[in-house]
Nanobody, 115 residues
C-alpha cells in the first residue's frame, strides 16, 4: 500500500513561515519525482514546486524566492519551506509522487494565511 501523508499546515499571519512535510511509504522514494501542488476554493489545482531524484528543483513563478522544495531520501520525505507567506498562498497543499505511469497523491494539508 502506498501512502503519502502531508503535515505542517496551519494558520499563519502574512509574512510568516511554515514548513510542510510529506512522508511516503510503499514506494522507492529515492527514484520518484516529487511535486507540491495547491488548490484554493474555486480555483484550479496549481503547480507549486518539484524536485527530481537527482535533487534538481523547479518552483512556480508565484512562489520563487519564497518557497523551497527539498527531499530527504533517508526519511522518505519531501519538504516545502514557505517563507514570506501571503494571503493568496491560502490553499490545500498536496504532494505528488511520480515515476513513469505510477502517480500517487496525498490527502493534503490546509494552509491559511491571514492578512
Amino acid at each position: 500500500q502506498v501512502d503519502l501523508v502531508e503535515a505542517g499546515g496551519g494558520l499563519v499571519q502574512a509574512g510568516g513561515s511554515l514548513r510542510l512535510s510529506c512522508v511516503t511509504s510503499g514506494i522507492d522514494f529515492s527514484i520518484h519525482f516529487m511535486r507540491w501542488y495547491r488548490q484554493a476554493p474555486g480555483n484550479m489545482r496549481e503547480f507549486v514546486a518539484a524536485i527530481t531524484s537527482g535533487n534538481s528543483t523547479t518552483h512556480a513563478e508565484s512562489v520563487k524566492g519564497r518557497f523551497t522544495i527539498s527531499r530527504d531520501n533517508a526519511k522518505n520525505t519531501v519538504y516545502l519551506q514557505m517563507n514570506s507567506l501571503k494571503p493568496e498562498d491560502t490553499a490545500v497543499y498536496r504532494c505528488n509522487a511520480n515515476r513513469g505511469s505510477n502517480n500517487y497523491w496525498g490527502q493534503g494539508t490546509q494552509v491559511t494565511v491571514s492578512s
